[in-house]
């Protein structure tokens, strides 16, 4: 199967610990988690597999200028951090180095433009101070 993500959730699943805006957002995000290592990821604008639950709101988050421009930033920063471009219709598979490399990218903020004014930024940074000990994103050794 083939998991869709906006641009920003590349970021955001780096330091997923179980919080989010619903208890339906959060069962659906619990369940995308354990894939993320095993399946494609296709990069899509706007909603997203993540953002399924929040859809039936209404005015939805993840339909909002700022989260759409927070996927801009953030596709532009894993560009860089990847050394090719990743653009909307791109099917990636995000392996251990990729993990590795973007969670320290992120614990030091060079990939962070796109974490500007969110609500959960605060939150990401301790989980990513604290080596993301937290975080339901698992190698396949079962570390983070």
């Known amino acids: 199967m083939t ?7 590349l970021l955001c699943i ?17 369940k995308i988690i354990p894939r993320i290592r ?3 990821i296709l990069i899509v604008a706007g909603p997203d ?3 399924m639950p929040l859809l039936g709101e209404d005015a939805p988050h993840c339909l909002g200028e700022s989260v759409i421009i927070r996927d801009s930033h953030a596709l532009e920063a894993v560009s860089t951090l990847m050394g090719w471009p990743v ?3 791109h099917i990636l598979r995000l ?10 990218a992120f614990r030091r903020g060079i990939v962070r433009a796109a974490c500007v004014g969110c609500e959960w930024e605060q939150l990401c940074t301790r989980i990513a ?8 994103l698992k190698g396949s050794d079962g570390k983070n």
Not at 129 to 136: E, L, M, Q, R
Request: net charge negative; aromatic share 18%; charged share 25%.
């Open 14 to 30: 780096l330091t997923y610990a179980g919080n989010g805006y619903s208890p339906s957002f959060i069962e659906n995000y619990n």
């Open 49 to 51: 597999d993540i953002c």
């Open 3 to 9: 998991i869709s993500l906006r641009g920003h959730h």
């Open 38 to 40: 095993d399946e494609d």
């Open 95 to 104: 392996d251990s180095a990729y993990f590795r490399q973007a969670r320290w």
């Open 129 to 136: 101070v604290d080596d993301y000990a937290s975080t339901f």
């Open 87 to 89: 653009e909307i219709g």
